[in-house]
C-alpha cells in the first residue's frame, strides 16, 4: 500500500504559537488534541509530515541546536501519545531572504514531494495562516485552515477562503481519517 501523508504547519496548528516566537523546548506547548489527532492520523495509516517556517534562527533569537531541541520535545510528547512524526521540515530564514523555501512559497513541500517520490497533489496540508494556504495551492496540494493559532485572524482577513476550516487540529484530523 502506498503511503498516506499529511503536512502540518507547526506553530498554531500542533502547539501554541507566540509573537515572541517558540525560542525553547520550555516555551514549546501542544494545543490540547493536537498529539491526539498525530495518533489519530498515524492510527488511520497517515503518516505525518511537519513543514514550518523558522525566521527565529535568521533572527537570532535562537540557533539551530535549540531547534534541534524543540522538535526532540515534540517528537517525545507525540510518541507518549502513541504518535509518529515522520519528518520535520523547516526554512531558518528571515522574510528579506527571499529563499524558495519560506512559505508562502512551496521549497519545502517540494523538497519533501522529492525526498519521499510523493505527489503533492490533493495531499492535505493543515495550517493556520494565509501563507500556509498559498504555499498548499502553489504545489496543488489541499490546504485545511485551524481556528488556533493565527487561524481565526487569518480567517478574519480573507473572509473569502475558500478552504475547510475546522476549530483545531482534531477536528481536521477527524475530517481526514472519515474521508478515506
Request: hydrophobic letters at 40%; a negative charge; charged letters at 25%.
Amino acid at each position: 500500500m502506498t503511503p498516506r501523508y499529511v503536512l502540518l504547519d507547526r506553530d498554531g496548528v500542533i502547539n501554541y504559537d507566540s509573537d515572541q516566537f517558540i525560542k525553547s523546548p520550555q516555551e514549546w506547548q501542544p494545543i490540547p488534541g493536537s498529539l491526539e489527532a498525530l495518533a489519530l492520523l498515524n492510527e488511520h495509516g497517515y503518516k505525518v509530515v511537519v513543514i514550518s517556517n523558522q525566521s527565529g534562527v535568521a533572527r537570532g533569537l535562537f540557533d539551530e541546536v535549540a531547534l534541534q531541541n524543540i522538535h526532540a520535545k515534540m517528537q517525545d510528547l507525540a510518541a507518549d501519545y502513541g504518535a509518529n512524526i515522520e519528518a520535520i521540515y523547516y526554512c531558518p530564514h528571515g522574510p528579506e531572504d527571499d529563499c524558495s523555501c519560506r512559505k508562502p512559497k512551496a521549497g519545502m513541500l517540494r523538497q519533501f514531494s522529492q525526498d519521499y517520490q510523493v505527489s503533492l497533489t490533493a495531499l492535505p496540508f493543515i495550517g493556520d495562516s494565509l501563507r500556509d494556504i498559498e504555499a498548499a495551492k502553489a504545489v496543488s496540494a489541499r490546504p485545511m485552515l485551524v481556528k488556533t493559532g493565527k487561524g481565526c485572524k487569518t480567517l478574519a482577513a480573507n473572509p473569502d477562503l475558500n478552504v475547510p476550516v475546522f476549530e483545531n487540529l482534531y477536528d481536521a484530523a477527524k475530517f481526514i481519517v472519515k474521508e478515506k
